[in-house]
């Protein structure tokens, strides 16, 4: 089954690039649990709708973000993985480029949890995969 979550995660971030949200929801469960790096401060959203106010407010903070998964260890139906961003701010014509990491877990071939970090010690740890 976790060969099946690596291309489930693989399917969200194509759904993000593309910005195709219903394909994106379609991999969440309807409770998801977020904690976004920025949802951090205000303790996390929950749910499709949760998943919503992220998107809308994160595309439009960077319009043209993109991410490319680098790389993703696989521990089941918890994947920790790596990935490359880029894009720029809305109104900026400054790029950026930047490397974070993803905890997430997987059940029943949706996302139950994801907590985006700075960090592979953070991402390990959120995961309770500290070593």
Known sequence: MSAENVELLHRSIEALN?????????????DVEVL??????????????????????????????????VGVRDHGDVLVSTFRAVGHGANSRF???ESA????QWR????????ACSS?????DAAGLAE
């Open 101 to 104: 990491w993803l905890a997430s």
């Open 36 to 69: 976004s790096r920025i949802a951090a401060v205000e303790g996390g959203l929950h749910g499709h709708e949760g998943i919503r106010l992220w998107w809308d407010n994160w595309l439009e903070a960077f319009p043209d973000y993109r991410q490319e998964v």
């Open 120 to 124: 592979e010690a953070e991402a390990l």
């Open 95 to 97: 790029p950026f480029e």
């Open 108 to 115: 029943n071939g949706r996302c139950v949890w994801w907590q």
């Open 18 to 30: 593309r910005r195709d949200l219903e394909a994106f929801l379609a991999l969440m469960d309807q």
